[in-house]
Antibody
């Protein structure tokens, strides 16, 4: 069974940092592009970042202004999101999602999602 | 970035109704469009991809159509389990934008 499980969320002060993790199982992680998507409380879905299967291609939402870093460790079947200079508006449920793109240089829709991890940025 | 606009934002309907949700893209996205269903406290669930391809396991009462800039999600006969929020998403560009969502409520 395909599973992705996020961890690492919690409460952080504005200006602080946090790293989210996503543990994958039930599929060959190194064959799939992966993504982070967030959802602020009571709001819609916002794509955050994507990384290709080997890590060669990485993209971010313009709104992040260079504060977030996506990475992966294929040996550990894990995806990460390092978040720096956090702002109150970064408060959201962060989802890890698998991409169904057939090729590493393509990006596609999301076929499996984790249950999300809550990040709260507050003083 | 490509902007995605859904209408309506909220829809009230009864069990058995035919329901249609529209999604418009600010520029052509060919057929690079997916639809997701999200229930309260749950992760989104893929329903449709490539504008009209039904994801495995999704009931056939769900269908999608459209290309270019205008797309629709149709539920042919609304069931109690279908009351949820629906999102469209374009994936023509690496910046995969979502619509703002359409909440389907019980009338």
């Amino acid at each position: 069974e395909v599973q992705v499980v996020e961890s690492g969320g919690g409460l952080v002060k504005p200006g602080g940092s946090m790293t989210l993790s996503c543990a994958a199982s039930g599929f060959t992680f190194s064959n799939f592009n992966m993504n982070w998507v967030r959802q602020a409380p009571g709001k819609g879905l916002e794509w955050v970042s994507s990384i290709s299967s080997s890590g060669s291609y990485i993209y971010y939402a313009d709104s992040l202004q260079g504060r977030f870093t996506i990475s992966r460790d294929n040996a550990k079947d894990s995806l990460y999101l390092r978040m720096d200079s956090l702002r109150v508006e970064d408060t959201a449920l962060y989802y890890c999602a698998r991409d169904r793109a057939p090729e590493e240089w393509e990006f596609s829709f999301f076929d499996y999602w984790g249950q999300g991890v809550l990040v709260t940025v507050s003083s | 970035d490509i902007q995605m606009t859904q209408s309506p934002s909220t829809l009230s309907a009864s069990v058995g109704d035919r329901v249609t949700i529209t999604c418009r893209a600010s520029q052509s996205i060919n057929k690079y469009l997916a639809w997701y269903q999200q229930k309260p406290g749950k992760a989104p669930n893929l329903l449709i991809y490539k504008a009209s391809s039904l994801e495995t396991g999704v009931p056939s009462r769900f269908s999608g159509s459209g290309s270019g800039t205008e797309f629709t999600l149709t539920i042919s006969s609304l069931q109690p389990d279908d009351f949820a929020t629906y999102y469209c998403q374009q994936y023509k560009t690496y910046s995969k934008t979502f619509g703002q969502g359409t909440k389907v409520e019980i009338k």
